[in-house]
């Protein structure tokens, strides 16, 4: 119990701290899309990639992909990936391509404004490059304050934003939320208040295993208030649409739900998001929010 007071009061120093520094400008940093009805989306990083007939540097090619190009990946067989160039499941199989010159089911960057690409994750590194706004690259590995992304058949080095590096604190005592006697949500419409254990305990639950994630593309237009048995309080902002995901005051997202299925069905309509709408009375978040 004394654990789970001091984490608690860890969260709402962290939101008390960060929220009176107000609103950096950031990066919208997707996140990977999921499989969809093939498979995997994927991206070419070298210049040029071609597609053979079968898995072997010797088959005969089919097809010549460019950097950047978009594929679908539904197999992986030693080092090659079977593609389809297209969503078209009548279309079958184009090929098959060398799985080292792909990055399949990526997160992806998207600047806001002009923004330096570094050779290493140092600010007085040389400038590999500076992207323009509104440019977008698939993310390689997020390393802590830095994204390396993929730079035409090169690596660059990103460093995030503040409001991208999610306090450790906040991380900690996300993972907490339990004993809770009161749930309040205010949407631009109406509010709704929560008391019922069984409500308490899923928030509770699902809240918790909520994992980290850069940023996400959603309207926070629901204040989601939490009131623990100790007395304390805090605040988190809901997305009042399909995404499943939630907002700090220190500008930290997290995707809610049972971790990895969360993160695999971000952005998407799914049962974890609907289940949490319906505690509240709500069938579709969007349409009795906003309609």
């Excluded at 090659?80 to 499941?89: G, I, K, Q």
């Amino acid at each position: 119990m004394k654990m789970l007071k001091k984490r608690v009061i860890l969260l709402i120093m962290a939101l008390a701290v960060f929220g009176g520094m107000g609103t950096a400008c950031r990066a919208e940093i997707i996140p990977p899309y999921g499989e969809g009805q093939i498979g995997l989306q994927a991206v070419v990083l070298c210049e040029s990639l071609t597609v053979r007939k079968g898995r072997s540097a010797s088959s005969n090619a089919v097809k010549t992909l460019k950097y950047g190009d978009r594929i679908i990946v539904q197999e992986r067989w030693d080092g090659w990936a079977e593609c389809f160039l297209s969503d078209d499941v009548d279309a079958g199989p184009a090929g098959w391509v060398n799985s080292d010159y792909i990055a399949i089911d990526p997160a992806w960057y998207r600047t806001d404004e002009p923004t330096p690409v570094y050779a290493w994750n140092d600010t007085m590194a040389p400038k590999v490059a500076l992207l323009g706004k509104g440019e977008t690259l698939p993310i390689l590995k997020d390393d802590g304050d830095w994204l390396i992304v993929s730079l035409r058949g090169a690596t660059g080095w990103i460093r995030k934003n503040a409001a991208d590096r999610t306090d450790a604190g906040t991380k900690e005592a996300i993972r907490s939320i339990s004993n809770l006697q009161k749930v309040e949500l205010t949407t631009p419409k109406s509010a709704y208040t929560l008391t019922d254990e069984a409500s308490l305990k899923w928030i509770g639950e699902n809240f918790s295993m909520a994992q980290p994630i850069m940023s996400a593309g959603c309207p926070f237009d629901g204040t989601l208030k939490l009131f623990f048995a100790d007395g304390t309080t805090a605040t988190l902002y809901v997305a009042t649409d399909s995404c499943h995901t939630f907002r700090t005051e220190d500008g930290s997202y997290f995707s809610y739900g049972d971790g990895d299925e969360a993160l695999r069905l971000y952005g998407s309509s799914s049962i974890i998001g609907e289940t949490f709408w319906g505690l509240f009375g709500l069938t579709s978040a969007y349409e009795d929010i906003y309609q």
